[in-house]
């Protein structure tokens, strides 16, 4: 391919392709340009199928620390290694918006690689890196069917703002990326905010449409020019005379395995696969494919034809919910969380500032005070399955939660805390990570953080066919799987805090978001009913187990005194009280400790030696020094001060010791600090 460039104006900035340049073995290949960041995206399918029951498709994202001018902060390894989370959930967040397009009987390992090249101060690479995957698939030969494209929006003072800044993300009242198809429909979101009105939401939705339709219609422009025929490919096996058998097999046996409990309806699943399988042991991924596809049609007739949910609830029903907290009886704050069959366990913890997560990222190295982690054991599904780290899956879902939390919580002025929650699930049946969250608001409030409102979750679902199409609240594992969209919305009663949608089908009308915002705020004021009956407000104090913290400030020119030589000063006060000591450069002091007396001992010690003499401080002084002309008494530390002779008495005297004595203890006050920091004292007489 010749090499081509192309340009058009986004959002006031101009947006880039080059073609033909780099990585020209790949199916397709493009770099695309915002600003200064850059990326390179590839895209690679293979020659054969393998044998898979799914689409086997991978996408891969990779940070490059040369992209930002940095060398990585380890003194001992400078190679980037795993993937970072941000790096495993910008990866996942292309990998979701571009998935449903994809024929899924293909069986042809597909990978897209997404390499940041170049990062700029401005602008972040995950929106292009999206827009550049939807690029390379729709000019390669991989068959596909895009394009689709992605913006960030941010609202800043109340104004909406179409690919923020860092900075402006960083101060804004939310922050969501946006993702559209050709039909203008919402196919990807992920939204994070400070309890942000649904019309808010849908503000941002409507405010971004016409400059992501602008991107594909570059992009169908691009394709025009350059793009190549989509390679013939061999569908999963077809055999028309075996699913036939396939189907009078299931002839009216499939029901059990979609009405009724996930126990009932995962062994009556997993009876009509046996039988099928031993009866065409030869072709077991056509015998799951055709299984899944005829339970997905009477699912999909029950709902539309007949609002028939698997459970027999209303579309619009919430499962059984319950709450408790204080499970664990030594833990800094612990709840559980039931929706149905889906249970979670968060367990919170309280440590020191300086136990913060430091975080080497492309852009800056970054101090998280707030971890939410989320694990799923294979038995909260049933299964037998290795205990190995998280996943994606894992990462994704806990990264959410956190991000629905971290808008309600309090200041480090106001909580100088470090904050991990871990929810562990111990049943799933949809939506453990909305579960998570709950039980995570409750772990807070149990804790006694001061949170400024709960938070809820749930999970909204929608079934699509010829038109018509109904919305699903509080959706379980079927209706994950058969539907069209997993639509998590968690927020307080004032608003939106976190949005994540996928989608299977054809992606959301603005109509069919409306309504499924509507319907998710509905349900979530339900699940705060439960929480808040639960317990309505943080405890007045932090559990006896959790330490104790004193913060304060102090001049920074001063940290070096606290310190001391080689660390000997600040050391010692360690030492001799078992506490932790964090200084920010700013002069903020963290002093944490289990002992309270002992926290104060170290706080004492500290603001000892970085006192600064005001005029009116009061002391109990000693007699350190008599000279002819008055007595230094040293009132601090290494803080002595001069009371003069004619201070002493309100009479006239010829000899400082006619009135005062070496090592005497005196009372006094200051009456001035000159410019060179010299103290004048005068006795004080209560």
């Not at 900035?13 to 960041?37: D, F, H, R």
């Not at 609202?155 to 800044?165: A, D, K, L």
């Not at 203008?184 to 992920?190: D, G, H, I, K, Q």
């Not at 913060?356 to 694990?375: T, V």
């Amino acid at each position: 391919m010749n090499f081509k460039t192309y340009q058009t104006q986004i959002a006031g900035q101009n947006l880039k392709v080059e073609i033909g340049k780099l990585a020209k073995q790949a199916n397709g290949s493009v770099m695309v340009s915002l600003g200064e960041t850059t990326v390179l995206v590839t895209a690679v399918m293979s020659d054969k199928p393998v044998s898979s029951n799914y689409l086997p498709l991978f996408v891969d994202y990779q940070e490059k620390f040369y992209a930002n001018n940095k060398i990585k902060g380890s003194r001992f390894v400078k190679r980037e290694g795993r993937p970072s989370d941000e790096a495993i959930l910008t990866g996942r967040l292309v990998d979701r918006a571009i998935r449903p397009f994809f024929d899924h009987s293909l069986r042809n390992e597909i990978q897209v690689v997404v390499t940041t090249l170049s990062m700029d101060d401005s602008n972040d690479p995950d929106a292009i890196a999206l827009f550049g995957a939807s690029l390379a698939l729709s000019i390669s030969d991989i068959p596909w069917n895009g394009p689709v494209s992605a913006l960030r929006v941010a609202s800043v003072n109340g104004q909406i703002i179409i690919n923020p800044s860092f900075e402006q993300r960083e101060v804004g009242d939310f922050d969501t990326i946006i993702t559209l198809n050709s039909e203008n429909r919402l196919v990807m979101m992920e939204f994070g905010g400070k309890q942000i009105p649904e019309t808010g939401v849908l503000e941002a939705f409507n405010t971004v449409s016409s400059e992501i339709n602008k991107m594909i219609q570059f992009q169908n422009t691009i394709v025009s020019e350059v793009g190549v025929a989509k390679r013939d490919f061999i569908k999963s096996e077809s055999n028309s005379e075996i699913i036939d058998g396939i189907k009078n097999i299931l002839n009216g046996r499939l029901e059990p395995a979609v009405y009724g409990d996930s126990i009932s309806t995962k062994q009556a699943h997993y009876q009509l696969l046996s039988e099928l399988n031993q009866t065409y042991p030869e072709h077991r991924d056509l015998v799951e494919y055709i299984l899944d596809q005829e339970l997905n049609r009477v699912f999909k007739e029950g709902i539309l034809n007949q609002e028939l949910r698997p459970d027999g609830r209303s579309l619009n029903q919430i499962r059984e919910l319950s709450a408790e907290i204080d499970i664990l009886p030594r833990v800094h704050g612990s709840a559980l969380f039931n929706r149905g069959a889906t249970q979670t366990l968060s367990i919170l913890t309280l440590g020191s500032p300086g136990e913060a997560q430091i975080i080497d990222e492309m852009k800056d190295e970054i101090k998280k005070r707030f971890m939410h982690h989320y694990n799923f054991p294979p038995f909260s599904v049933g299964e037998v399955g290795q205990l190995r780290g998280p996943g994606r899956r894992e990462i994704g879902h806990g990264a959410l939660a956190e991000k629905a939390l971290e808008g309600v919580l309090p200041s480090i002025e106001d909580f100088p805390y470090t904050i991990r929650i871990v929810t562990e699930v111990l049943g799933s049946n949809g939506s453990s990570s909305m579960a998570s969250v709950c039980s995570s608001t409750l772990a807070l409030l149990a804790a006694g953080v001061p949170i400024i409102a709960p938070v809820a979750g749930i999970a909204m679902g929608i079934v699509e066919q010829d038109g018509k199409y109904k919305i699903l609240t509080d959706i379980q594992g079927l209706e994950d799987h058969f539907g069209e969209m997993d639509f998590k919305v968690a927020g307080t009663r004032n608003g939106v805090n976190a949005i994540q949608m996928d989608i299977k089908g054809k992606g959301m009308s603005s109509e069919m978001f409306a309504e499924a915002l509507e319907a998710a705020r509905i349900a979530r004021f339900a699940i705060l009913d439960t929480l808040t009956q639960t317990i309505n407000e943080p405890r007045k104090e932090v559990s006896k187990h959790a330490p104790k913290i004193e913060a304060f400030m102090i001049n920074p020119n001063k940290i070096r005194d606290v310190i001391g030589a080689g660390g000997k000063t600040i050391n010692a006060i360690i030492d001799d009280t078992g506490v932790k000591i964090d200084i920010e450069d700013n002069g903020q002091v963290f002093v944490t400790g289990e002992d309270l007396v002992k926290v104060k001992q170290a706080t004492d010690k500290i603001l000892e030696l970085v006192y600064e003499p005001k005029e009116g401080d009061i002391f109990d002084g000693k007699v350190v020094k008599i000279m002819p002309f008055g007595a230094f008494v040293n009132i601090k530390g290494n803080i002595d001060g001069l009371i003069h002779i004619s201070e002493l008495s309100d009479k006239h005297i010829n000899n400082v010791e006619d009135v005062i004595q070496l090592n005497q203890s005196i009372r006094v006050k200051i009456k001035k600090v000159d410019i060179d920091g010299k103290i004048s004292l005068v006795p004080y007489l209560e």
